[in-house]
């Protein structure tokens, strides 16, 4: 059973930084890319924040470039998100999602962040 477990959500004020972990476990071979997206609520659909691949090639939403820093740990099967220079607009629950070769997607149940303004 392949479970990812997020954790490292919580409030902030406006400007300033949370760390994401997403920890997967479970019987998983080859992981492919890791990412993050997040939902901000009614109206909203679930976007894109960041994936990175194996290797550590990086995909950004545009609206985090430069704030947002994705990175794993291949050994661990954890990936990380670190968000610094934070918004009231970031405020959203924020998934884990892994991709593997040859098999499922899996996602996370989801993690909070609030940003205080």
């Known amino acids: 059973q392949v479970q990812l477990v997020e954790s490292g959500g919580g409030l902030a004020q406006a400007g300033g930084s949370l760390r994401l972990s997403c920890a997967a476990s479970?019987?998983?071979?080859?992981?492919?890319?890791m990412g993050w997206y997040r939902h901000q609520g009614p109206g909203f659909q679930r976007e894109l924040v960041a994936t990175i691949s194996g290797g550590g090639e990086t995909i950004y939403a545009d609206s985090v470039k430069g704030r947002f820093t994705i990175s794993r740990d291949n050994a661990r099967n954890t990936a990380y998100l670190q968000m610094d220079r934070l918004k009231p607009e970031d405020t959203a629950t924020y998934y884990c999602k892994i991709w593997v070769d040859y098999g499922p997607d899996y996602w996370g149940r989801g993690t909070q962040v609030t940003v205080s303004s």
């Open positions: 479970g019987i998983i071979f080859n992981i492919n890319r």
